[in-house]
C-alpha cells in the first residue's frame, strides 16, 4: 500500500488538480465507496513491532508506553505484539516466506538471525551512528557487524550471575562460591540435604549458555576466530565435558534434562535448587510475589544472592540472550520505524526502560553499564560485571547464520548431555558434535 499524503503535502495540490478532480466527484466519490475505504489522504499510518514477552513484564509495559505515546506525537496508530520467545523463530521465518508482517522484528536470541536474514533486513548504520554518541558509545561494536554493516540494533542482555540460596550455604558451611569447581563441591553438598544445584542440560536457551560459559571456562571454543574452522574436538573440550558429568551425577536432578527457560527459576523459588545460573527474573519474581521459605514465614527473596557468573581454570567468561531489533525490508514503514528506534535509544527513554527491568535488561550501551539501578539492590551489583565478560554464542568465531544454527539446534546442550548421562563417550560425542557443526557450516543441514 503506497505511503498515504500528510496534510502538507495535500496543500501542495494545485488549484488546477484540485478543480480537475472535483469535477468527476459523483464518479470519484462512488468508487471510493464502492471499494469500502476512505482515500489515502485520510487513511492512518500504522507502525507494528514483533517482540518478545519478558521475563520481568514491566519491562514490556515500559516498552508499550514509550511506543504508543512516540505514535501520539507523530500521529501514528501503533500495535506492539508480544510473543513467547521460542516461537519467535518460528513467526520470522513465516513473515519472510510471505514478505509481510511487522514492520519492525526482535532479533535473538543470537546474533546470527541478522546474517540468516540479511538479505531482508533494513541497513540500520545511519540509525546506529546516531544512537551511540548520545549513549557513550557501543560497548563493543565490532560484535554487532553482520559482513562489516549494522543490520541490527543491538538491544538488551539479560546478564547471567549465579544465584544462591545463602541460608542453605551457612547450613552446609560453606560462603558464596567463585569457580565452577567450587559449585560443584557446594552442589554435592547441597544435594545431600535434598537441595541440589540446578542447570538445564536440554533443549533451552539457558542451557546453551551455561555450558558454552563451561566451555569457554576451561579453555574450549567449538568455532575458531575465522568464524569457519570448527575446533570443538579438543582436550579442552574434554576437561569441560568431564566435569559437566560430574556435576550432572554428582550435583544435581535429573531432571535437568527436560528444564525449559523456566524451570530453574521454579526450582528456586519453590525452595528446591541450592543455586542455579540464571538472570535475576527468578529474584524478581520472587520479590513481587512475596514467595516464602517452604514451611517458613520468610520471603525467599531475602536469602537468594546474586555472585558473578563462575570462573574456570582458564577463563571466566558467558555469554547470554543477544537480543536485537531489526527493521524488515518489506516493510513500507522504513522511516517510521528508524524514527521510533531514535526515540526509544533516546537516552532518557533508554533509562526509564531499564529502570522498568530492575536491571534486568541491560542495553549494549557504556552509559547503561552505570545506570543508578544496578546500585539501588545489592542483588543487582555483579550485572555489570558479568556483561563486561558475555560475548556472542559463537565466540571467537564471527557472527553468522551458521553459528545461529548450532544454537537453534542445541548442538552444545545435546553434546554435553549424551556423554552426562552415558549415552555415548567424551569422544563420541564430541565427533557427533563436530560431523553435526561441519554439515552446519558447510550449509548442508536444515535449520529446525
Same mark, same amino acid.
Given at each position: 500500500?503506497?505511503?498515504?499524503?500528510?496534510?502538507?503535502?495535500?496543500?501542495?495540490?494545485?488549484?488546477?488538480?484540485?478543480?480537475?478532480?472535483?469535477?468527476?466527484?459523483?464518479?470519484?466519490?462512488?468508487?471510493?465507496?464502492?471499494?469500502?475505504?476512505?482515500?489515502?489522504?485520510?487513511?492512518?499510518?500504522?507502525?507494528?513491532?514483533?517482540?518478545?514477552?519478558?521475563?520481568?513484564?514491566?519491562?514490556?509495559?515500559?516498552?508499550?508506553?514509550?511506543?504508543?505515546?512516540?505514535?501520539?506525537?507523530?500521529?501514528?496508530?501503533?500495535?506492539?505484539?508480544?510473543?513467547?520467545?521460542?516461537?519467535?523463530?518460528?513467526?520470522?521465518?513465516?513473515?519472510?516466506?510471505?514478505?509481510?508482517?511487522?514492520?519492525?522484528?526482535?532479533?535473538?536470541?543470537?546474533?546470527?538471525?541478522?546474517?540468516?536474514?540479511?538479505?531482508?533486513?533494513?541497513?540500520?548504520?545511519?540509525?546506529?551512528?546516531?544512537?551511540?554518541?548520545?549513549?557513550?558509545?557501543?560497548?563493543?561494536?565490532?560484535?554487532?557487524?553482520?559482513?562489516?554493516?549494522?543490520?541490527?540494533?543491538?538491544?538488551?542482555? /539479560?546478564?547471567?550471575?549465579?544465584?544462591?540460596?545463602?541460608?542453605?550455604?551457612?547450613?552446609?558451611?560453606?560462603?558464596?562460591?567463585?569457580?565452577?569447581?567450587?559449585?560443584?563441591?557446594?552442589?554435592?553438598?547441597?544435594?545431600?540435604?535434598?537441595?541440589?544445584?540446578?542447570?538445564?542440560?536440554?533443549?533451552?536457551?539457558?542451557?546453551?549458555?551455561?555450558?558454552?560459559?563451561?566451555?569457554?571456562?576451561?579453555?574450549?571454543?567449538?568455532?575458531?576466530?575465522?568464524?569457519?574452522?570448527?575446533?570443538?574436538?579438543?582436550?579442552?573440550?574434554?576437561?569441560?565435558?568431564?566435569?559437566?558429568?560430574?556435576?550432572?551425577?554428582?550435583?544435581?536432578?535429573?531432571?535437568?534434562?527436560?528444564?525449559?527457560?523456566?524451570?530453574?527459576?521454579?526450582?528456586?523459588?519453590?525452595?528446591?535448587?541450592?543455586?542455579?545460573?540464571?538472570?535475576?527474573?527468578?529474584?524478581?519474581?520472587?520479590?513481587?510475589?512475596?514467595?516464602?521459605?517452604?514451611?517458613?514465614?520468610?520471603?525467599?527473596?531475602?536469602?537468594?544472592?546474586?555472585?558473578?557468573?563462575?570462573?574456570?581454570?582458564?577463563?571466566?567468561?558467558?555469554?547470554?540472550?543477544?537480543?536485537?531489533?531489526?527493521?524488515?525490508?518489506?516493510?513500507?514503514?522504513?522511516?517510521?520505524?528508524?524514527?521510533?528506534?531514535?526515540?526509544?535509544?533516546?537516552?532518557?527513554?533508554?533509562?526509564?526502560?531499564?529502570?522498568?527491568?530492575?536491571?534486568?535488561?541491560?542495553?549494549?550501551?557504556?552509559?547503561?553499564?552505570?545506570?543508578?539501578?544496578?546500585?539501588?539492590?545489592?542483588?543487582?551489583?555483579?550485572?555489570?560485571?558479568?556483561?563486561?565478560?558475555?560475548?556472542?554464542?559463537?565466540? /571467537?568465531?564471527?557472527?553468522?547464520?551458521?553459528?545461529?544454527?548450532?544454537?537453534?539446534?542445541?548442538?552444545?546442550?545435546?553434546?554435553?548431555?549424551?556423554?552426562?548421562?552415558?549415552?555415548?563417550?567424551?569422544?563420541?560425542?564430541?565427533?557427533?558434535?563436530?560431523?553435526?557443526?561441519?554439515?552446519?557450516?558447510?550449509?548442508?543441514?536444515?535449520? /529446525?
Amino acid at each position: 500500500m503506497a505511503s498515504p499524503l500528510t496534510v502538507l503535502d495535500a496543500r501542495r495540490v494545485s488549484r488546477r488538480h484540485f478543480l480537475g478532480a472535483a469535477a468527476g466527484g459523483a464518479a470519484g466519490l462512488s468508487g471510493i465507496l464502492a471499494a469500502g475505504r476512505a482515500p489515502a489522504i485520510a487513511q492512518t499510518r500504522e507502525l507494528t513491532f514483533l517482540t518478545i514477552a519478558s521475563f520481568v513484564p514491566e519491562t514490556d509495559k515500559e516498552l508499550k508506553r514509550q511506543f504508543e505515546e512516540w505514535g501520539t506525537k507523530n500521529k501514528v496508530k501503533v500495535r506492539l505484539d508480544s510473543i513467547a520467545h521460542l516461537q519467535l523463530q518460528t513467526k520470522k521465518a513465516a513473515e519472510v516466506q510471505a514478505r509481510s508482517g511487522h514492520d519492525l522484528t526482535a532479533l535473538g536470541p543470537g546474533l546470527g538471525d541478522a546474517d540468516l536474514y540479511y538479505d531482508y533486513l533494513v541497513d540500520l548504520n545511519d540509525v546506529a551512528a546516531d544512537v551511540a554518541p548520545r549513549n557513550g558509545g557501543w560497548l563493543n561494536p565490532n560484535d554487532y557487524l553482520i559482513r562489516g554493516k549494522w543490520k541490527l540494533l543491538p538491544w538488551w542482555l /539479560p546478564p547471567f550471575p549465579m544465584a544462591v540460596r545463602t541460608d542453605l550455604l551457612e547450613q552446609i558451611g560453606e560462603k558464596n562460591p567463585d569457580t565452577w569447581e567450587d559449585w560443584l563441591r557446594v552442589g554435592k553438598k547441597g544435594k545431600a540435604i535434598g537441595h541440589p544445584f540446578g542447570t538445564a542440560l536440554g533443549h533451552s536457551g539457558d542451557a546453551n549458555v551455561t555450558l558454552l560459559s563451561i566451555l569457554w571456562s576451561y579453555g574450549g571454543s567449538y568455532v575458531a576466530k575465522d568464524g569457519r574452522t570448527i575446533t570443538i574436538n579438543s582436550k579442552e573440550t574434554r576437561q569441560a565435558m568431564e566435569f559437566v558429568k560430574r556435576l550432572y551425577t554428582e550435583a544435581m536432578d535429573q531432571e535437568v534434562l527436560a528444564w525449559d527457560d523456566a524451570s530453574n527459576n521454579r526450582c528456586l523459588n519453590a525452595g528446591k535448587c541450592i543455586a542455579i545460573h540464571n538472570p535475576i527474573s527468578a529474584y524478581e519474581s520472587a520479590k513481587k510475589d512475596k514467595v516464602l521459605v517452604p514451611g517458613t514465614q520468610r520471603e525467599i527473596a531475602d536469602v537468594i544472592d546474586h555472585v558473578n557468573t563462575p570462573r574456570g581454570p582458564v577463563d571466566r567468561k558467558t555469554t547470554s540472550g543477544f537480543w536485537c531489533v531489526g527493521i524488515w525490508n518489506f516493510s513500507k514503514n522504513v522511516d517510521l520505524a528508524k524514527d521510533f528506534l531514535r526515540y526509544h535509544f533516546q537516552p532518557d527513554n533508554l533509562s526509564r526502560w531499564v529502570d522498568a527491568g530492575h536491571g534486568f535488561n541491560m542495553p549494549f550501551l557504556t552509559n547503561l553499564t552505570k545506570h543508578p539501578v544496578y546500585k539501588s539492590d545489592k542483588q543487582y551489583r555483579f550485572i555489570p560485571e558479568v556483561a563486561k565478560v558475555s560475548v556472542p554464542p559463537s565466540w /571467537p568465531g564471527l557472527t553468522t547464520a551458521a553459528s545461529q544454527q548450532v544454537w537453534d539446534l542445541y548442538i552444545i546442550p545435546d553434546m554435553f548431555a549424551q556423554h552426562a548421562t552415558g549415552k555415548m563417550t567424551a569422544d563420541q560425542a564430541i565427533a557427533w558434535a563436530e560431523k553435526e557443526m561441519q554439515e552446519i557450516y558447510a550449509g548442508r543441514k536444515r535449520r /529446525p
